[in-house]
């Protein structure tokens, strides 16, 4: 088990660092954009131009800040350790799915077998931590029951 979850965080840290750098990119190209709006005798337009920019800089610069702070926390999780009980983290398997609490990088594949990153604030991953292997909860109406927790 350790093994895959080595593999999930291993992808989920890839998956952050393609996000990463998609809005590094984005901020570099906004900004040369910017940088070579050149004054036309229709003023209004360089400015609206210059505007859009720095919108979009503003935007990307919001998503790297986001996207840092999921590779940070993400960076805290430590997959070789085990617990009994839901945590960040945590391999957990379902009746229904396997989830890997860590960050919401949605469907991952490893081995063949399609796991479930889940971040541990989102709808399922509230409602899975803190329990153990044997315990159910309730999502979207239907009851989903934990086999096991590593």
Not at 2 to 17: R, T, V
Not at 27 to 48: M, V
Not at 78 to 89: D, F, H, I, K, L
């Amino acid at each position: 088990m350790s093994e895959i979850k080595a593999q999930l965080h291993a992808k989920c840290l890839a998956y952050i660092d393609q996000r990463i750098d998609a809005a590094r990119k984005a901020i570099e190209e906004a900004q040369a954009s910017a940088n070579e709006e050149t004054k036309s005798s229709a003023g209004d337009k360089y400015e609206t131009g210059r505007a859009m920019m720095q919108l979009e800089i503003e935007k990307n610069s919001t998503q790297l800040a986001e996207s840092l702070k999921l590779k940070r926390s993400l960076l805290e999780i430590n997959p070789e350790q085990n617990a009994s009980t839901v945590q960040r983290g945590s391999l957990v398997i379902t009746d229904q799915f396997t989830y890997y609490i860590a960050i919401g990088a949605g469907q991952i594949e490893v081995r063949g077998k399609v796991y479930l990153t889940v971040s541990p604030v989102s709808p399922v991953g509230t409602k899975l931590i803190g329990l153990k292997a044997g315990q159910s909860f309730q999502m979207n109406g239907k009851t989903i029951s934990i086999e096991r927790v590593s």
